[in-house]
């Protein structure tokens, strides 16, 4: 069984490392395509030379937001695969060991798609300066509930012409030439860590509010990706970033209770040391990449 995972990573150098090495315990191969001005970049063509051909690195050329479409293209480029994850840098695959995970795949219909559910972790006062020094391995809190539920799907190619298949914004659902496909719910969580430090979270609400714009100038008017215009709108009011509710209320429409869980990830660190970019530089670069690229 050849399982792949594809995804654009943007400005990640805190917790790339740690979802590189998880998900190469879980899957054959990895292709992203990077569109950071941080050290995200270098990280991975470090990997990629510790990994060899299992992770292949590629530039993005262009500023914007299409995260649907690139992620689509990158899954027809899977060749050779039975599943396509498509993944973002801060969802980790919530299987113990490639075997079991094996096992819950066989659910999935060929042709079909399977879904895994965020399971989302939270920066607390507590582990504050722990999550901000060394993500995931420092969260120990986690949503009770997720309100309302997102899933993020898992495709079944095998046999399949990939170029039959459309991923849905955020990669949260896809549909085929043969029709709109049900998915499968599987019971493997997909652990999300959307917040990690004030820095990253800072650079994060305004780097991708400005690219969401820069694809579609009237995303404020369209109602999608109304999280990302949310962190941003209350940013710009001139109150200080609470992070540790901009956690809790992530994509959330609703106030979740939270439970205590430390998220099972074992890694080590060799080119990264799990902080993110300061923001105000990260901002600035971005601001010329926008202009240049």
């Known amino acids: 069984m050849m399982l792949v995972g594809v995804g654009e990573t943007k400005n ?17 191969r990895i292709i992203v395509v990077d569109d950071s001005i941080d050290e995200t970049g270098d990280i991975l063509r470090k990997l990629a030379d510790e990994f060899g051909g299992r992770i292949i690195v590629e530039r993005q050329v262009g ?20 599943f396509v994850f ?31 559910q965020w399971r989302t972790f939270v920066v607390t006062p507590d582990t504050l300066d722990a999550c901000a020094q060394d993500a995931p ?16 799907v898992v495709v079944r190619t095998a046999g399949c012409d990939l170029n039959d298949f459309t991923l849905w914004v955020g990669n949260h659902n896809i549909d085929s030439t043969r029709g709109r496909i049900k ?5 493997v969580p997909l652990l999300h860590f959307p917040v990690r430090s004030r820095e990253q979270m800072l650079g994060k609400a305004v780097v991708r509010w400005v690219a969401c ?17 949310r962190n941003f709108d209350e940013l710009v009011t001139g109150k200080e970033m609470n992070v540790c509710e901009m956690s809790l209320l992530y994509a959330q429409t609703g106030r979740p209770k939270l439970v205590q ?33």
């Open 86 to 116: 498509p993944l973002d840098a801060d969802e980790f695959v919530g299987a113990t060991d490639r075997t079991s995970l094996e096992a819950l795949l066989q659910q999935v219909p060929p042709g079909g798609a399977g879904l895994m």
């Open 63 to 82: 500023f914007g937001d299409h995260q649907a479409r690139r992620t689509t293209e990158l899954l027809r480029r899977a060749q050779g695969a039975d």
């Open 137 to 152: 391995r420092g969260f120990g809190w986690r949503r009770a509930t997720e309100m309302p539920p997102h899933s993020k």
């Open 213 to 229: 714009l820069a694809a579609n100038r009237y995303v404020r008017d369209s109602g999608t990706s109304w999280h990302v215009q």
């Open 12 to 28: 990640e150098q805190d917790i790339i490392e740690p979802w590189v090495r998880h998900h190469l315990k879980l899957l054959d």
């Open 183 to 187: 998915p499968v719910e599987l019971d």
């Open 261 to 293: 869980e430390v998220p099972m990830i074992e890694y080590e660190r060799k080119y990264s040391n799990g902080r993110a970019m300061a923001a105000v530089p990260l901002i600035a670069k971005s601001w010329e990449h926008s202009l240049t690229s």
